[in-house]
C-alpha cells in the first residue's frame, strides 16, 4: 500500500428538505386544515478514527465527500427522513486544518473518536406549524437550510513511542529491521528510504512502536531533500534515537547537522528526550571507535552508545535504554496528574 500521509478533500453537509404546504381534505371530515409535514434535517459530515488505518492513500482517489439530503415534509403531517450522514475514517494521529492549513479542527489521537466537522441544514417548517387562532390556513412554509461546503487538509503524524533519525545511509533502514519485523529498504545509497517505517520492538516482556524517518540532509529544514516533510512524524514521539554513521570523517559535524535541523524546524523536537547512538563501528578499529566517542560525547554532552546495526553489537542496550526513558517519562507524567489532583481536592 502506498504511504500517504496529507491530502486535501472537499466536505458538504446536506441541505434540509422544505416543509410541505398541504391541507386534509377527506369525506366526512369536517374541519380538515392544513396537514404539511416539516421537512427532513441535512446529513452531518463526521470524521472518525478507525483502527487498522495507516495512511491516507483512500483520500487520493476521492476527494468530494457529501452528506444526504433531508426529504421535503409531505401531507398528513408526515415530517420527511433526515438525510444519510457521511464518515470520513481516518488512521489514528490524523489531524484535520482548515484550508489555510494552519487552523486546527480536531486531532483524532484515540480509535473511536467521532467529531462532526460540518452539521446538516435544519428542514423547513409545514404550513401546520404556522396555523394559529387567527390564520386558520396559512399558505407558507419554510425552504430547507441549505448546507455548508468548505475545504480542509487531512494530515497524518504518526504516533510512535521512540523515533529514528539522522543523515542518509546512518542504517536507520538497518537498525529497525534488525529490532522489529519491519521490513523496510535497505541499499549502499542515499535516501533508500523514501516514507516513513513503522515496527513493534519486542525486548524481554516489554514493546514499544518505533519510527524510522527519510535521512535529514543540512537544509532540510527549509526544503532540501524529503526528510523535512516527515518531520512531522516524529513530533509525538517521547524519545529520539539519534544514529551517526561511524564511517564519517567528522561525526561532530554531522551530529550537530541533524541536531540544527530538528531545531530550524520545531523548538519541540530540539527539546525531545536524544539517545546519541554511534553506529557502523564493525568497520573501525578500536582507535577510531574511542577517538569519535569521545568528540560525540564531548558535542552532546550525554552518554554516548557504539553500536553495530549489520551485527547486533550494542543494540539490545540501546532498546534498553529507550524502555528506561519511556518508563521515567509516564513516571513523571503520572506525577503531574498527582499533584493537580491534590490541588483541586477540597476538604
Known amino acids: 500500500m502506498k504511504f500517504l500521509d496529507q491530502a486535501k ?30 421537512g427532513g434535517r441535512g446529513g452531518d459530515v463526521i470524521v472518525e478514527c478507525a483502527d487498522g488505518l495507516n495512511t491516507l492513500i483512500d483520500f487520493r482517489y476521492t476527494q468530494h465527500f457529501r452528506a444526504g439530503t433531508g ?157 523535512d516533510r516527515f518531520l512531522g512524524h516524529i513530533e509525538r514521539c517521547k524519545v529520539l534515537i539519534h544514529l551517526i554513521d561511524g564511517t564519517e570523517e567528522d561525526v561532530v559535524h554531522v551530529y550537530k547537522a541533524v541536531r540544527h535541523e530538528l531545531a530550524a524546524y520545531a523548538d519541540v523536537l530540539a527539546e525531545k528526550d536524544e539517545i546519541v547512538v554511534l553506529n557502523k563501528i564493525d568497520a573501525l578499529t578500536e582507535d577510531e571507535v574511542k577517538e569519535k566517542l569521545k568528540a560525540l560525547k564531548k558535542a552532546s554532552k550525554a552518554e554516548v552508545r557504539t553500536i553495530s546495526g549489520a551485527t547486533g553489537k550494542g543494540v539490545e542496550q540501546v532498546l534498553y535504554d529507550v524502555l528506561a526513558r519511556l518508563d521515567a517519562e509516564k513516571a513523571e507524567l503520572a506525577e503531574q496528574e498527582r499533584k493537580k489532583a491534590d490541588e483541586t481536592w477540597t476538604p
Open 71 to 227: 426529504v421535503h415534509g409531505m401531507g398528513k403531517n408526515r415530517t420527511g427522513a433526515d438525510g444519510e450522514d457521511i464518515v470520513l475514517r481516518v488512521p489514528k494521529g490524523t489531524q484535520i486544518f482548515e484550508e489555510d492549513q494552519e487552523t486546527l479542527i480536531a486531532d483524532m489521537t484515540e480509535v473511536g473518536q467521532r467529531v462532526v466537522l460540518l452539521k446538516g441544514g435544519n428542514g423547513g417548517f409545514g404550513n401546520a406549524y404556522f396555523k394559529t387562532s387567527s390564520n386558520q390556513a396559512p399558505r407558507r412554509a419554510n425552504p430547507g437550510q441549505e448546507g455548508v461546503e468548505k475545504g480542509i487538509w487531512l494530515r497524518l503524524k504518526l504516533i510512535a513511542d521512540a523515533g529514528l533519525v539522522g543523515q542518509p545511509n546512518a542504517g536507520k533502514s538497518t537498525f529497525l529491521a534488525a529490532v522489529s519485523a519491519a521490513k523496510p529498504k535497505i541499499a549502499d545509497y542515499p535516501f533508500t528510504t523514501l516514507h516513513p517505517n513503522l515496527g513493534v520492538v519486542r525486548i524481554g516482556e516489554r514493546e514499544f512502536v518505533l519510527a524510522d524517518i527519510p535521512g535529514l540532509i543540512e537544509g532540510a529544514s527549509e526544503g532540501i531533500g524529503i526528510g
Open 9 to 38: 478533500v472537499y466536505i458538504k453537509s446536506g441541505s434540509g428538505g422544505a416543509g410541505a404546504v398541504s391541507f386534509l381534505r377527506e369525506k366526512f371530515v369536517e374541519f380538515g386544515g392544513p396537514d404539511g409535514g416539516n
